[in-house]
Structures are given as C-alpha cells and as structure tokens.
C-alpha cells in the first residue's frame, strides 16, 4: 500500500508540481487509514473428530478459526473463561494483548453453539458463532464470523495474506473447509 501511495505521488509529482503531488499524497494517506471495510461471513467445516473435541477445542485456549492470533503469540495466559494472547510485533517495539471471551450454549435442536468475543487492546474486534452438529458420522461446524469495527484498506494486504493461508492452517487442525461465502461492507 506504501508503494502504491509513494508512486502515485511521484506520479503526480512529476505530472504537475509539487503542490499538487502533496494533496493528492496527503489524500491517499487519509483514504488508505480511513475506517472504510467491513468483511464477515459464514464458512462450513467437516472433520472426523467427535463433536466434543470439537467444542472442547473451540472453547480451549487455542481455538482453530484463530490459528493466525494464538499462532504467533509469544504468551497465552487463560483466566475466568477468557484467554489473552500477547503478541508483539516492530522488532518487539510494539505489542497487543488479544483477549478471547468463549460462550457455550445447547441450541433448541440439540446442537452446541460456541460464541467467541475477540477484543483487541481492550477494543471489540469480532465475533464468531459456531454451530457444531453431527451427520453422517462427520462433525460439522458452521460458523459465522462479524467484525466489530471497520478496517482501512492499509489492512487490505494482511487480509490477502491470511486469506491465501487459512484454509491450510485449518487443515493442518483436520478441518476441512467445504464452503465459504465472505462479504465486505463498504462505509458510505
């Protein structure tokens, strides 16, 4: 995103004049940092492991649906339900506690459903409910996931980059992904 707003003031820089190269600069900046994207989405899971583990391991300190968070943490700390993932990053200039708070409740048709409230430096982030059912044998787990606030399109690159990754990371747990549909709101 950095190469992209250097080269487009350059650009207009090398076009025009140097005033209106640092408007069009200073524009990009605000319109990459803005708050503008919104994803969410539903995804569906198969795995052979019974549907206990797999509540057991939605509800753990380690659920799979956050491999990318709990896989990089240089400390998980579980208290009252909740488990907190400290991660740094800079070359260790700069850290971030990621908190996980876990709901389990029996649906009305016998299912389990797994809520997980995902709060980062004290700032709701996401939300994923997880249904977890048996057929044929196989468990599956349908889960919806709903971001808390919006993200700016300087997030857009790590987004492609955890997108390229996450259904091998899943695998890797002995999901398989059968389905995915994933939307993105867009601020007006």
Same mark, same amino acid.
């Given at each position: 995103?950095?190469? $992209?707003?250097? /080269?487009v003031?350059?650009?207009?820089?090398?076009?025009?004049?140097? +005033? @209106?190269? %640092?408007?069009?600069g200073?524009? $990009?900046?605000? +319109?990459?940092?803005?708050?503008?994207?919104?994803?969410?989405?539903?995804?569906? $899971?198969?795995?052979?492991e019974?549907?206990? &583990? +797999?509540?057991? /391991?939605? *509800?753990?300190?380690? @659920? @799979?649906?956050?491999?990318?968070?709990?896989?990089?943490?240089? !400390?998980?700390t579980?208290?009252?339900g &909740?488990?907190?993932?400290?991660?740094?990053?800079?070359?260790?200039?700069?850290?971030? !506690?990621?908190?996980?708070?876990?709901? *389990?409740?029996?649906?009305? /048709?016998?299912?389990?459903? +797994?809520?997980?409230?995902? *709060?980062?430096?004290?700032?709701?982030?996401?939300?994923?409910?997880?249904?977890?059912e048996? #057929?044929?044998? #196989?468990? %599956?787990?349908?889960?919806?996931? *709903?971001?808390?606030?919006r993200?700016?399109?300087?997030?857009?690159?790590?987004?492609?980059?955890?997108?390229?990754?996450?259904?091998?990371?899943?695998?890797?747990?002995?999901?398989?992904?059968?389905?995915?549909?994933?939307?993105?709101? %867009?601020? &007006?």
């Amino acid at each position: 995103m950095t190469v $992209l707003v250097v /080269s487009v003031f350059l650009g207009t820089y090398l076009a025009t004049s140097l +005033v @209106p190269a %640092i408007l069009v600069g200073a524009g $990009l900046v605000v +319109v990459t940092r803005a708050p503008l994207v919104q994803p969410r989405g539903n995804v569906r $899971l198969r795995t052979d492991e019974q549907s206990e &583990a +797999v509540v057991e /391991s939605f *509800t753990g300190p380690t @659920p @799979p649906v956050l491999v990318f968070q709990w896989g990089i943490a240089d !400390e998980i700390t579980a208290e009252d339900g &909740a488990v907190t993932y400290r991660l740094t990053y800079l070359l260790g200039l700069r850290s971030v !506690e990621v908190t996980v708070d876990t709901r *389990t409740v029996r649906v009305p /048709s016998g299912e389990r459903q +797994v809520e997980l409230e995902v *709060t980062v430096g004290g700032q709701p982030w996401s939300t994923y409910v997880a249904t977890v059912e048996t #057929k044929d044998s #196989k468990t %599956i787990v349908e889960y919806e996931y *709903t971001t808390n606030r919006r993200f700016g399109l300087r997030r857009l690159p790590q987004r492609y980059v955890a997108t390229r990754y996450r259904d091998e990371a899943l695998r890797a747990q002995g999901y398989v992904v059968v389905g995915r549909d994933e939307q993105y709101s %867009i601020a &007006a």
